[in-house]
């Protein structure tokens, strides 16, 4: 009786269906990460400059409404939110690379496509919809629950 052969590894990941879990959620997880970090950047510095009085009420401009009501104690509630949907994004890109908690990594994406929880909304929208892509795919959920 001939000896079954195993499977080839690919990438350090246990192959699921012919695709790498590992290498399938790398590159997406990789661009959440970056979106979580940038991020964190725009939100510290917003908070940051709303504390020093320098937010968008400050910035003067024919309609002075909107940027009056983004400025101040309501400026820096919208900052601390957009910094925790931020940090929220990096550990959920984190686990989604390492394959562990599917709930959170799902999260991430989603929390990643708001404006207020990233700081840079025309890259969070694509990395959202790709990790979310990605994650719903039967042989990457099936990766999560091993």
Do not use: H, R
Not at 3 to 13: D, F, I, S, V
Not at 76 to 92: E, N, R
């Amino acid at each position: 009786m001939p000896e079954e052969t195993p499977a080839p590894e690919l990438g350090g990941g246990d192959v699921v269906g012919g695709v790498d879990p590992q290498d399938a959620v790398k590159n997406p997880a990789t661009f959440l990460l970056v979106v979580g970090g940038i991020g964190v950047l725009v939100a510290l510095i917003s908070l940051l400059m709303n504390l020093l009085g320098a937010g968008l009420g400050a910035a003067g401009g024919g309609d002075q409404a909107a940027g009056a009501m983004l400025s101040g104690g309501i400026g820096i509630v919208f900052a601390i939110l957009g910094a925790i949907g931020s940090v929220v994004v990096i550990l959920g890109s984190l686990k989604m690379k390492n394959l562990e908690n599917y709930g959170l990594s799902m999260a991430a994406a989603i929390i990643a496509m708001l404006p207020i929880a990233s700081g840079c909304c025309l890259l969070g929208l694509p990395a959202g919809i790709w990790c979310i892509i990605v994650l719903m795919k039967p042989e990457i959920k099936a990766a999560f629950k091993q």
